[in-house]
């Protein structure tokens, strides 16, 4: 891409940086122009950022790759990047948490020289892949890694999902859909950075006064769950059946775990205690798991009213959908989506936007 040039000629009122050298901040700052950055790499560095958090990107990732039965997991990531480390720990924090162990592969594309890069990348790729214990879950930094993973693995003859179960981050639709098969990955609020991005430039450039070490993380909404992780390593067809099963019907329907027992050859009881030894969970704890992570794609993603969502999922009454929000995150439904929506469709912030000059 060609540079854009900001010298002395240009005439603009307030930039939105993605990084930047010390240099340029150095000229920003001598002619006055109110900056915002978007890069984990330049937090701190002179300029209030608006980022995703990508603590909780590597904290989604693990848990949704928990929810496949998979005994081992692996970060591949980029130990130069702060924004690699930083998806990378959270997500070896989350799996220790849940009492697995994380294999750290780390890849540094800028170490290895210009000539060749790719072909010593693609035989270190090729040689992780090769000595990791399957079947096994990859979370990599972000969607062009975890693509080539994908890409690497067919090439190979490793089968993904089911010997490797592989997602990234930013949701790239190019990326995602360029994959076979297709790749899962945590949604990059994009949007949302944007409209905050330009809510605080524009009061920046109204004279307000924002600290250089100012910084705003933005929730994060989303998986996009694709083929690349749809898999579920349970060597056990009963208990393979039934999570299925409530996979497919609680989302909708409240079932009890009576019903999901019926259609297996054991007794209530041997049902239990058969579906804890394989998931690690008891089958009503992952009823309400998936009915809860409905509730929460709803409730960040939409305006929809809580009396219509519990209609939807035959809840006996809003209150009762409500109770067990709160019961299960400690936070009242309203006040989950006010994390994520803080203005009503964005109003607010376009009100802002609509007194800015930003070129």
């Given amino acids: 891409m060609a540079p854009v040039v900001i010298d002395q000629n240009w005439d603009g009122n307030g930039l939105i940086l993605f990084r930047f050298s010390t240099e340029e901040a150095e000229n920003f700052k001598r002619r006055n122009i109110p ?40 970060y591949w990531g980029d130990p130069s990047r702060t924004y690699s480390k930083q998806r990378g720990t959270a997500f070896e924090q989350e799996i220790l948490n849940a009492g697995f162990e994380c294999i750290n592969v780390q890849f540094e594309p800028d170490h290895f020289p210009w000539e ?57 639709e190019v990326f995602c859909q360029i994959s076979t098969p297709p790749l899962s990955s945590v949604a990059y609020p994009g949007e949302r950075v944007g409209f905050e991005a330009a809510r605080l430039l524009s009061s920046m450039m109204n004279g307000k006064s924002v600290a250089e070490d100012h910084l705003e993380t ?31 019907v609680a989302p909708v329907y409240p079932i009890h775990v009576s019903e999901v027992a019926a259609r297996s050859p054991l007794s209530l009881s041997g049902f239990n205690k058969h579906f804890v030894q394989q998931m690690g969970l008891t089958p009503k704890e992952e009823i309400k798991r998936v009915r809860l992570a ?14 219509q969502i519990a209609q939807d999922m035959k809840f006996e009454s809003p209150e009762e959908l409500s109770r067990f929000f709160k019961r299960e995150t400690g936070l009242a439904p309203k006040d989950y989506r006010s994390k994520f929506q803080s203005t009503p469709d964005g109003k607010e912030s376009l009100e802002a936007l609509g007194q800015a000059h930003v070129h």
């Fill in 294 to 307: 409905k509730v929460q794609v709803i409730l960040k993603n939409t305006r929809q009213k809580i009396s």
């Fill in 35 to 74: 900056v915002v950055n978007l890069s984990a790499e330049s937090t701190g560095k002179g300029y209030p950022s608006v980022i995703p958090d990508n603590l909780e990107i590597g904290k989604q990732a693990a848990q949704h790759l928990l929810t496949l039965g998979l005994k081992h997991f692996s």
């Fill in 218 to 248: 933005i929730p994060i909404r989303e998986i996009v769950a694709r083929e690349s992780t749809n898999t579920l390593a349970v060597d056990d067809p009963i208990v393979t059946q039934a999570v299925k099963y409530i996979r497919s």
């Fill in 116 to 172: 060749g890069r790719w072909l010593k990348m693609h035989e270190q790729i090729v040689n992780e892949l090769n000595r990791l214990p399957k079947p096994i879950g990859i979370f990599a930094k972000d969607d062009m890694l975890a693509s080539n993973i994908i890409r690497i693995c067919n090439e190979i003859s490793i089968q993904v999902p089911e010997e490797i179960a592989v997602m990234g981050t930013n949701a790239d």
